[in-house]
Nanobody, 125 residues
């Protein structure tokens, strides 16, 4: 059974940084994709970034390009999302998900199968 859990959320001032971590257990295949989503209050869930184990390919949505970096800790099966230059509009619940069938390309979010419960990121002064 695949289980996904997020950690690292919190309160940060505008311009600050935060690192989220996604721990995925129970993955039984070498190929998988881990992705990050976010959902702000009153808004729909949106894709943020994903990483594929096929050559560690990554994909970023335009809203976070140049500010967020996704990476993988192979030894611990953890995927991190380093978030820099945070803005108030980045405030949201950030969710992590895993999939064996997604690819790191536009539309990746529709193929995620295993979800965490989310962690709150609040960017405020």
């Amino acid at each position: 059974q695949v289980q996904v859990a997020e950690s690292g959320g919190g309160l940060v001032q505008p311009g600050g940084s935060l690192r989220l971590s996604c721990t995925a257990s129970g993955l039984s295949q070498d190929y998988y994709v881990i992705g990050w989503f976010r959902q702000a209050p009153g808004k729909e869930r949106e894709e943020v970034s994903c990483l594929s184990t096929a050559g560690d390919m990554t994909y970023y949505e335009d809203s976070v390009k140049g500010r967020f970096t996704i990476s993988r800790d192979n030894a611990k099966n953890i995927v991190h999302l380093q978030m820099n230059s945070l803005k108030p509009e980045d405030t949201a619940v950030y969710l992590c998900a895993a999939s064996y069938r997604a690819v790191a390309a536009p539309g990746w979010g529709a193929a995620m199968d295993y979800w965490g419960k989310g962690t709150l990121v609040n960017v405020s002064s």
